[in-house]
């Protein structure tokens, strides 16, 4: 079992930038690789970013690719998501995922977070 947990969160204006974390507990952390997800009320859940276990190989979707970067930092069981130039379009609850699989992560994780609210205004 993983634990999951998102911080970070908030409101901020159209250009700006935020900084998700996500917490993880349970298994050792390196083993999992990491992602993370969006989703706005009404429409399904959006692939944005994932990671392998070291750190190494990082993917993204084309609508935040140059703007959002996940890292992760495995001494500290944390993953982040640094997201710059904001749009309202980013507007989602963001939530992280974990798989043992760095394929998998992408598209059907095991593990997922509560999500934090990420809010762009124009």
């Not at 901020?12 to 952390?29: K, Y």
């Not at 276990?53 to 935040?64: H, L, M, N, Q, R």
């Not at 699989?101 to 809010?119: F, I, N």
Request: include cysteine; hydrophobic fraction near 35%; charge should be positive.
């Amino acid at each position: 079992q993983v634990q999951l947990a998102e911080s970070g969160g908030g409101l901020v204006q159209a250009g700006g930038s935020l900084r998700l974390s996500c917490a993880a507990s349970g298994r050792p952390f390196g083993s999992y690789a990491m992602g993370w997800f969006r989703q706005v009320p009404g429409k399904e859940r959006e692939f944005v970013a994932a990671i392998s276990w070291g750190g190494s190989t990082t993917y993204y979707a084309d609508s935040v690719k140059g703007r959002f970067t996940i890292s992760r930092d495995n001494a500290k069981n944390t993953v982040y998501l640094q997201m710059n130039s904001l749009k309202p379009e980013d507007t989602a609850v963001y939530s992280c995922a974990a798989h043992l699989d760095p394929q998998t992560v992408r598209t059907t994780p095991r593990y997922w977070g509560q999500g934090t609210q990420v809010t762009v205004s124009s």
